[in-house]
């Protein structure tokens, strides 16, 4: 099976950076991908690595390190509107498997 | 930009009613794919479809719950006999290809309450 550990809540200051961690433990691994959800809103793909490193995209980038088992989201400048869950989720390497298996998220609040 | 779309967006029904989720994917995405979300929790897999067919499925996806794709836009949830515990936020998601699968673009949902 799979299990994802990720922080259930973090707040920072706008305009600061935030790193949110995941663990997983995976019976097969293909990737770690990240996705923001806003309260009612659908879960939107954010960035995604299957090598070890670094992935930038923006204001965001994520980080794997598939010896460790572990990746992180960074924020930077944070924004208002940055306020959302982040959830990572992993996509299982078996044959034929396309399925994304969530962690519970981290909700991200950003004051002022 | 093309996106995902579901309706209802919101479905009240009474417990032991048959419901069908409705969701159009992207049209040149291949794989389709229904999750849920209870108010709160995370989001879990129910199903993938790829070809006319299911390619895997969640415990949760018992034989109360089936898929259809029946015609080349529409993909469909059905739940045969609702209980309490279904109630919940639908997502349906696509992605254009299997190398692309870890990006999976999701509709806005349907929430569906039962009583």
């Known amino acids: 099976g799979q299990s994802l550990e990720q922080p259930s809540e973090v707040t920072a200051v706008e305009g600061a950076i935030v790193q949110i961690n995941c663990t997983y433990q995976?019976?097969?691994?293909?990737?770690l991908s990240w996705y923001q959800q806003h309260d009612g809103g659908a879960p939107t793909f954010l960035s995604y690595n299957a090598l070890d490193g670094l992935e930038e995209t923006g204001r965001f980038s994520s980080f794997l390190s598939r010896s460790d088992s572990y990746g992180y989201l960074l924020l930077q400048e944070l924004q208002m509107k940055d306020s959302a869950s982040y959830f990572c989720?992993?996509?299982?390497?078996?044959?034929?498997?396309?399925?994304?298996?969530f962690g519970k998220g981290t909700k991200l609040s950003v004051i002022p | 930009e093309p996106e995902v779309t579901q309706t209802p967006s919101h479905q009240v029904t009474q417990m032991g009613q048959e419901v069908i989720l409705r969701c159009v994917p992207i049209s040149n995405h291949l794989y389709f794919y229904w999750y849920r979300q209870i108010l709160g929790q995370k989001v879990e897999f129910l199903v993938s479809?790829?070809?006319?067919?299911?390619?895997?499925k969640s415990e949760i996806f018992d034989d109360q719950f089936s898929v259809e794709r029946p015609d080349g836009s529409n993909f469909t949830l059905k739940i045969r006999s609702t209980k309490l515990e279904d109630s919940a936020m639908y997502f349906c998601a696509s992605s254009e290809s299997s190398t692309a699968t870890y990006e999976q673009y999701f509709g806005p949902g349907t929430r569906l309450t039962v009583t």
């Open positions: 479809f790829y070809n006319n067919e299911i390619s895997e």
């Open positions: 995976t019976s097969g691994f293909y990737g």
């Open positions: 989720a992993v996509r299982d390497s078996g044959a034929g498997s396309y399925q994304l298996t």
